[in-house]
């Protein structure tokens, strides 16, 4: 089995140690292509306006100046040998649940890979409060993520999905299992933006210092972490409202 790996987080991130080790476990074909540095929430931007450099750190481990979505481009395109059969995009540091996928680059990255027709899984390890700002423990993501891996590897996907995983922020020992789940979504009308100034005076804004409130769902990917489970969600990449097209269709008719 070939399997590629990359991340948002970084080339020199330790998550990607943990999801390398992870990979280990299935295949000593590993190859990795990940960002020169972080690239949290760029979602699934494509550098288009500026040149991307390649740098190689090792034996089939490479980093590009760019985002996720184009070190799974040149990774597949430039840096490997033919096509993996399986992306893998983490150990994300944080969260990558509910709607906040849409910002997340560890799952754009799985997103290149589906739509490229290869099996694409990623893979975050969720921070509880003591590990905010500072270090933060892999050790559920270590210690499960084979786990999780293995069934994931041979279940048949339909064409244009992907596979997102999260792990709780607890010990290996006290996590509760696995779940297959849905997606759930924020309330994000309490978002907040803090106002700031710099050394020089100039005034700055940071977004999402306080945790979005969720709103309370049976069976997404924020209750199944909030009760202590790993969360298992395929997404999809058509993001038709399909039950809205004969209403507008309507609309439309001359």
Not at 180 to 193: K, L, P
Request: charged share 20%; aromatic share 6%; hydrophobic share 40%.
């Amino acid at each position: 089995m070939k399997i590629l790996l990359t991340n948002d987080d970084g080339v020199h991130a330790p998550g990607l140690e943990v999801l390398e080790a992870i990979a280990r476990q299935f295949s000593d074909d590993i190859w990795i292509c990940a960002p020169d540095e972080e690239q949290s929430g760029m979602g699934h931007a494509l550098t288009l306006t500026r040149p991307v450099r390649l740098r190689k750190h090792g034996e089939r481990r490479f980093s590009v100046t760019g985002t996720p979505t184009d070190s799974v481009t040149m990774g597949l395109r430039q840096v490997m040998d033919g096509p993996p059969d399986v992306i893998l995009s983490g150990v994300n540091r944080g969260a990558n649940l509910g709607d906040d996928i849409t910002y997340s680059g560890t799952v754009s990255a799985a997103i290149e890979g589906a739509l490229a027709g290869i099996r694409s899984i990623a893979m975050s390890q969720v921070i509880g409060r003591e590990d905010a700002g500072g270090d933060m423990s892999f050790a559920a993501a270590q210690e499960w993520g084979a786990k999780v891996l293995a069934p994931l590897l041979d279940t048949p996907l339909p064409e244009r999905t992907l596979v997102n995983v999260n792990f709780p922020p607890r010990a290996p020992a006290d996590v509760k299992g696995i779940r297959a789940v849905s997606q759930g979504f924020h309330d994000y009308s309490r978002g907040t933006v803090v106002e700031g100034r710099d050394p020089r005076g100039f005034r700055y804004f940071w977004f999402g210092l306080q945790a979005i409130e969720h709103t309370p769902d049976h069976g997404t990917d924020l209750e199944a972490i909030a009760d202590g489970y790993i969360s298992v969600t395929p997404l999809q990449l058509d993001l038709t409202h399909h039950s809205s097209l004969e209403a507008l269709g309507q609309r439309f008719l001359r």
